[in-house]
């Protein structure tokens, strides 16, 4: 039943040590999201795609890449972990089509330590 | 660029007290406008958008284009309504702005 599924949901990596974080849906949708949740604070948007063009955000470092290899997994890589980088880490879904309402589907996140 | 402003961090009231979270926004184009709410240890959710002009739990949300608002009302606050809830703004490229958030606790 789940729509938008996020593995592992605990991430522990060491400092350093590439990490990739995974999200899959069954909802079809077109646009895939990544974002970084730190305690706290507001989502804040690294990436995202729509269909497979590839959407970054200005200030999102480069030790974040991401990749869609389909329609429905998306995955964040973490090149090089700082102890800034540790936080939720966010996966959201949504159509984009003119007659739809748009929202974002969420889920549950991966919570990433760096030790 | 577009920009999404919730000025409560902290919001408190007691049950059955009205509540207003307030959210305004910047964008040059046409926004669509949402409430996301999440409760303790839950994901993120919708809870209710601008354009279908509907009442999720009692709340209600009008989109102010004069005032560039979308502010988040309920008449009767009830104590599961305790929540983080996040006002966001989606340009018609997709990409969504969250605003800071609003802490909500309604007290007994």
């Known amino acids: 039943d789940a729509m938008v599924i996020q593995n592992p949901r605990y991430q522990v990596t060491q400092f350093g040590k590439p990490v990739t974080l995974s999200c899959s849906q069954t909802l079809n949708h077109n646009v895939m999201y990544w974002y970084q949740q730190k305690s706290s604070q507001a989502p804040k948007l690294l990436f995202h795609?729509?269909?497979?063009?590839?959407?970054n955000e200005a200030d999102t470092p480069d030790n974040f890449q991401s990749r869609r290899p389909n329609t429905s997994f998306c995955f964040l890589d973490i090149r090089s972990p700082g102890l800034g980088d540790a936080a939720m880490y966010l996966c959201a879904t949504s159509a984009l089509a003119l007659s739809s309402y748009n929202e974002q589907f969420f889920g549950p996140g991966t919570r990433l330590t760096v030790l | 660029a577009q920009r999404v402003t919730q000025p409560e961090k902290l919001l408190s009231v007691f049950k059955g007290a009205p509540v207003e979270l307030k959210c305004n926004y910047s964008?040059?184009?046409?926004?669509?406008l949402f409430w996301y709410v999440q409760y303790s240890r839950q994901r993120l959710q919708l809870l209710l958008r601008?354009?279908s002009r509907e009442s999720i739990k009692g709340f209600t949300a009008d989109l102010n284009k004069g005032e560039t608002s979308f502010h988040l009302k309920k008449p009767f606050a009830q104590e599961e309504d305790s929540a983080m809830y996040y006002c966001a703004l989606r340009t018609t490229a997709g990409k969504s702005t969250f605003g800071d958030g609003t802490t909500l606790t309604v007290k007994p």
């Open positions: 964008y040059s184009g046409s926004p669509e």
């Open positions: 601008h354009i």
């Open positions: 795609y729509y269909d497979k063009d590839f959407n």
